[in-house]
């Protein structure tokens, strides 16, 4: 059983459009997380979220926003794409808050805007 | 603000010897660090956690150490097999606030 899953793994798109990253786990975590790679392979947190807090990563542009239907999901949505957006980015889950615990990571969704 | 860095950039050693992947960090105040891998093309998996008032971690081969006060951590990898070839990564979470970070990662290549 995959215990963080993302959905699409591989995401290729136009500049200017608006487009969703999926992200689900099953193991009964409180706290979900974004974070993007970029080409230096270098990763860097976005969001993290449970069903009390959203904390938000300053230098993520607005144009990025986290939405949770439920706490097993934690859905990513980009809107007017740009080339610097090129990544690829991971969901993780954990059962504490604030980077407490563990973190589990999903397989990844690479990002390409062209 | 937190500055994460990693060395070396990458290792190549000859199967079954004993390694040693450096981490250092910039502020002291942290909550925790943590140690993953990471294998081409695929997500991150946590290799072992460390809170900020232990001083070791150890899971089979490997063992991590933290000295908070002088800002480093070491991952001591016993008897390498070429199956532990991957990028090796650390993070540290602040004591206060909501911020995890990552360093640059050690490419480790585990000869046959």
């Known amino acids: 059983d995959t215990a963080v899953s993302q959905t699409p793994k591989y995401l290729v798109t136009q500049m200017g459009n608006d487009k969703s990253i999926k992200c689900e786990q099953n193991?009964?975590?409180?706290?979900m997380y974004w974070y993007k790679q970029d080409s230096k392979k270098f990763l860097k947190i976005m969001f993290s979220y449970n069903n009390k807090e959203l904390i938000i990563n300053e230098t993520v542009p607005n144009r990025f926003s986290p939405k949770s239907p439920d706490k097993a999901h934690l859905n990513l949505h980009i809107n007017s794409l740009e080339l610097g957006d090129s990544a690829v980015y991971f969901c993780?889950?954990?059962?504490?808050?604030?980077?407490?615990?563990?973190?589990?990571f999903g397989p990844g969704t690479r990002l390409t805007v062209l | 603000k937190q500055e994460v860095t990693q060395i070396p950039a990458a290792l190549s050693v000859p199967e079954g010897e004993n390694l040693v992947l450096n981490c250092s960090f910039t502020?002291?105040?942290?909550?925790?660090l943590q140690w993953f891998r990471q294998d081409p093309g695929k997500g991150l998996t946590s290799l072992l956690l460390i809170q900020s008032s232990q001083r070791e971690q150890t899971s089979g081969r490997l063992n991590a150490s933290l000295d908070k006060s002088s800002g480093r951590s070491t991952l001591y990898i016993a008897a390498s097999q070429p199956g532990d070839s991957a990028t090796y990564l650390c993070a540290v979470s602040k004591l206060t606030g909501n911020q995890f970070y990552f360093g640059t990662g050690t490419s480790l290549t585990v000869i046959p």
């Open positions: 993780a889950s954990s059962q504490g808050t604030g980077f407490t615990d563990t973190q589990y």
């Open positions: 502020d002291s105040a942290i909550y925790n």
């Open positions: 193991l009964g975590h409180d706290t």
